[in-house]
């Protein structure tokens, strides 16, 4: 004999019991009733209103949504009579209309859930944020050292969107100070790694934090170490790709990476990540950002004019929303395009802007760049007095901040005036005062082998204007072209 079945409004209560976890002796507990009822109602021995069954529900946190999702998953539900008039809806017609309804009432549901998840999600994250820039606030009135020691200890410091404030502080400071920008990635990697959360979210966000060591290390001429710290980004970054809410700005990721495959040479790899990055992003000052870098690309590529187009459409953005760096930077590059253009006049006049612009900022590796190109615009206009002692002066700074390549470069363009003007014994000390660049990683081997030729013949004395002249146009093509060999 077949078993009766249960009403669709107990079985859903049973469903839905299970399915969060609740046994008749714990809801009867909560209902303050005796379990028995409970399984009454579930059998249908005793009549359950929809109403008793959401009082029931609510007991258990269940929406009452829930209801209708279980009678079609169980496939249970009212009797469905004929039509009570020629117009009303067949049996069959009913029961589809009741699985639509409740299929409808599931996706309602669900998109209730996913905005309700959003908006917690947004408020935390501001929260978050906030109380970052507290942090941050007291973080950066101590010395380097001690900031380590304070967030080792203090727990409050354990906070992702305080690493991710950090890491933003160290990519400005790589403007100003190679050094700065290291201390301060790995302080926010060292967050990070003490932050709390599930393993993948860690991943994700230890993954964030290597982007900014491997552009610190960039910018302070280490590229072997910059390439290790990108290639663990990659792999922490993408173990955690499951449970990223979207916190993290995926673009930076793309063009940190693209400095870095701008400066080794691998200039189509770099402008692929830059279009990747801009098909990811919306704001009008990160797609500026990231066209200044497409410019910068396009003008290692010797392509001058399309890094002139990138620059206007940047320009046209920062118009819209005005940013000082942005437009420094902008300026800087299109005067930069003309200077290796060998367009030196036009150059000179932008300069005067550009320094401005540089001075608001107070950005100290900005600051000598600016005057390392007007040192160069003042040697192509053939005004050699006033370029030599600029280029003095930007060659000691990058030697005293062991920032290699661009050390060795300065070096070589001073001694090039040294040598027209027959000053051998300087340019000999100039070869001693650069030995220390054979010992680093900023420099790669055949840029070295070039500048090893020039050093031995300055040790001689033999050096002239011509060779030195050669190797300045070789190390200018080949900082982005490590497989381009000098030819002696």
Request: hydrophobic share 45%; proline share 4%.
């Amino acid at each position: 004999m077949p078993k009766s079945r249960p009403p669709a409004l107990g079985a859903s209560l049973r469903f839905l019991r299970f399915a969060y976890g609740w046994s008749e002796e714990e809801l009867g507990r909560a209902l303050g009733i005796k379990p028995v009822l409970i399984s009454r109602y579930e059998r249908g021995s005793k009549t359950l209103s929809r109403e008793r069954l959401e009082e029931l529900l609510a007991v258990m946190g269940v929406p009452s949504e829930s209801i209708e999702g279980a009678l079609y998953t169980l496939g249970v539900g009212p009797a469905f009579e004929g039509p009570g008039s020629p117009v009303d809806p067949t049996s069959e017609e009913r029961r589809k209309i009741h699985q639509t309804a409740a299929v409808a009432g599931q996706g309602a549901a669900e998109a209730i859930r996913s905005q309700l998840t959003a908006n917690i999600r947004q408020i935390r994250t501001s929260q978050d944020r906030g109380q970052a820039g507290e942090l941050w606030q007291t973080l950066q009135e101590l010395p380097p050292r001690q900031r380590l020691v304070v967030v080792e200890k203090e727990k409050k410091y354990r906070n992702w969107a305080l690493a991710e404030r950090i890491c933003a502080e160290s990519a400005r400071a790589a403007a100003h100070r190679a050094d700065r920008a290291m201390e301060l990635a790995g302080l926010a990697l060292r967050i990070a790694e003490m932050a709390p959360g599930s393993e993948p979210w860690c991943s994700r966000l230890q993954g964030y934090a290597w982007a900014f060591v491997g552009n610190a290390r960039r910018v302070h001429g280490d590229l072997p170490g910059a390439e290790e710290a990108f290639l663990r980004s990659d792999q922490l970054w993408e173990a955690g790709a499951a449970a990223d809410p979207g916190l993290l700005d995926a673009s930076r990721l793309l063009d940190l990476k693209a400095s870095l495959r701008s400066y080794q040479g691998r200039l189509d790899e770099a402008l692929s990540l830059l279009d990747q990055a801009l098909q990811r992003t919306i704001t009008s000052e990160a797609q500026s950002r990231l066209l200044v870098q497409k410019a910068n690309a396009l003008r290692f590529r010797g392509s001058y004019n399309e890094s002139n187009d990138a620059l206007r459409k940047a320009e046209a953005l920062i118009q819209e929303k005005p940013d000082l760096r942005l437009s420094f930077l902008v300026r800087f590059t299109l005067a930069a395009n003309l200077w290796q253009l060998q367009r030196n006049e036009e150059a000179e006049t932008l300069l005067p802007k550009v320094r401005e612009l540089a001075v608001g900022l107070g950005n100290e590796l900005d600051l000598v760049r600016v005057l390392w190109l007007e040192g160069r615009v003042l040697a192509g206009l053939k005004r050699i007095r006033e370029a030599l002692p600029i280029l003095e002066q930007v060659r000691r700074y990058f030697t005293a901040s062991q920032i290699a390549y661009d050390a060795a470069l300065a070096s070589l363009e001073v001694a090039v005036f040294y040598l027209e003007e027959e000053r051998t014994g300087e340019v000999k000390r100039l070869a001693e005062e650069m030995l220390w660049i054979f010992k680093t990683q900023g420099v790669h081997k055949e840029a070295l082998a070039a500048l090893r030729l020039f050093c031995e013949a300055a040790g001689r004395e033999e050096a002239t204007a011509e060779l030195a002249r050669r190797v300045v146009d070789y190390l200018v093509r080949a900082r982005n072209n490590p497989g381009l060999r000098f030819e002696a």
